[in-house]
């Protein structure tokens, strides 16, 4: 048996939920990335049980890449399997303000539904297009929050196919950054959120969402912020005094509305983005001394 079979044993409707020679650029918001050697949607934990076994068996590569929303997939694609989390993996269940969530549920959707049931403390996640579990893995934020804020737990499953139930101080969440990493796969987390009232929660919601909207791109194709903040200032703020808005490489352009975004404005390469990611560091370190370190998650690269 090859690998490609084994694979096809992992979930049942394996005709609908597996793909070998998977576009990643359909799965990206930037619209960028080769094919990934298969893609698989996996729904329940004894599904994704089956893959971490598969993955110690088979040393396959494995990348769960979330909603694709922080993501930059080489062009050359990825060699290897790419998985979504859905069905089971991506339910809600609120208890009081007590709030477990699949690592697979989108963070607007997650949002929504907590101002529709009036609990407080996701609105800032409506403008954030990724999904729970890149959220726990990055410590998503914005507006001043970030999502490991509110979690009390997160639930991980280990290469052997366990799950393990983490404290919040065990997930060890920094600025944009866990320690969730270490494990296979983040499936899922208890989140205690505040209960308040529906149309003071909505509005502040909206008015996050806004402030967005008012600040950062949202019709171009991107990947979020592409470098991470150096301490006590804004990548877009230094990369906006260098000069470089506006600056093209390809088909990828630093966006005119907020410095730390790079926009796939013409079927951009993923060349064009490391060109433009390394010319950016370049103009910043020499303009003020610092060094830009990258927010967004690669896929298929070689380093
Ligand atoms: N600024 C400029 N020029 C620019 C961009 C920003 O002068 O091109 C100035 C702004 O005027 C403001 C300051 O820099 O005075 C900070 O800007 P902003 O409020 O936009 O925040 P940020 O630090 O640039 C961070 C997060 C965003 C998050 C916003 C809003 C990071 C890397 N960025 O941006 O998160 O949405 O705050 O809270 O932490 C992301 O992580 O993908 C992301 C977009």
Partial sequence: MNWKDALLDI?????SRIRFGELLAKHTYFGIG????????ISTVDELGALARFHRQWDVPVAIIGRGSN?????????????????????????????????????????KNMS??????VEFALGIPGSVGGALIMN???WGSSFGDVVTNVTVMTDTGELVNLTHAEAAFEYRHSGLDAYFCATGARLKLEPGDVDTITAR????????????????????????NPSGDSAGRLIDISGLKGHRIGGAEVSRVHGNFILNIDNATAADVLDLIA?????????????????????????
């Fill in 279 to 303: 010319y950016i560091q370049k103009q910043v370190r020499e303009k003020t001394g610092i060094s830009l370190q990258t927010e967004v998650k690669r896929l298929g690269f070689l380093d």
């Fill in 140 to 142: 998503a934020g914005a």
């Fill in 116 to 121: 529709r049931q009036g609990l407080s403390g």
């Fill in 11 to 15: 979930v049942k409707d394996s005709d």
């Fill in 205 to 228: 919601m909206q008015t996050f969402y806004k402030q967005k909207i008012e600040t950062q791109p949202f019709a171009e194709e991107n990947a979020g912020c592409m470098f991470k």
């Fill in 71 to 111: 993501l930059l997939v080489s062009d050359t694609g990825f060699n290897g399997i790419s998985v979504r989390l859905v069905g089971e993996l991506a339910k809600l269940d609120v208890d009081g303000n007590t709030v477990s969530v699949g690592a697979g549920l989108s963070l607007p959707r997650l949002s």
């Fill in 34 to 41: 080769g094919e990934a050697t298969a893609y698989i949607e």
